[in-house]
């Protein structure tokens, strides 16, 4: 039997926000909570606040965690945007050994692929989809036939100019670089061009903070898919991680 609320927890390289998650509904059912990341986002650091969110919501259930990281089996294998010191850290032990409570770690792209595909734009698309998160980092998620690729990190695909997509057109690089949003458009349209030209998606989901303004870069955009904005905007996130750790975490009683 699997758990229906859920405590849904995302890692973002500025803030760390959670929220428990009808995972039937694909809903928030409290408002969420949400702390600044701390710095360095240090393995201590950042469990003290995921507990601090859980004591938040007097939470006592199973929780499900999306890093901006590579994971595997709970184990997180990259550290782009957060403290080296998570390499080769299983933080679904350590924070389920704090807390006493079931948890499930995934990427954080990931979880918001889940919920896309479930709730959101994705909803039945048994084709090529390719969900963009654009925040701090470029996360990917890649889901064909409904299957998820689990750790795409095409973020950090070189491009023709030499340069990272992830530095060159997140967020981050929109800010550090401030950059008005056409010429960071034109800078996430090469972006997008190149994934096409590479994986062929029939539809691309773009998430992540950007999703709530399209009209301020959309005019730049010119793909040869079907480009969509998140329904679940930057929720998304929140609800895939409980909708992973329902799916990986099952009641044993
Ligand atoms: C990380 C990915 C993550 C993305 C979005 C990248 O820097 O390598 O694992 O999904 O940022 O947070």
Known sequence: MAYKEILGIDFGGSGIK??????KKGVLTA?????VTPEPASPESVVEVIEQIADHFNWTGPIGIGFPAAVQNGVVKTASNIDKKWIGVNAQNIVSERLNVPVCVVNDADAAGFAE???GRGKKHMGTVLLITIGTGI???LFSGGELVANTELGHLYLNNGREA???AADSARQRDEL??????TRFNVYLNEMHKLFWPELIIVGGGVSKKPEKFIHT???PSEIVMAKLKNEAGIIG????ARKFVKKSR
């Open 180 to 185: 008005d949003w056409t010429e960071w458009g």
């Open 241 to 244: 991680a409980a909708l992973a």
């Open 117 to 119: 595909m479930k709730f």
């Open 166 to 168: 992830e530095e060159f």
């Open 139 to 141: 996360g990917t998620v």
């Open 18 to 23: 959670g929220a428990p998650v009808d995972t």
């Open 31 to 35: 408002e969420r909570h949400r702390i």
């Open 221 to 223: 955009i010119d793909v």
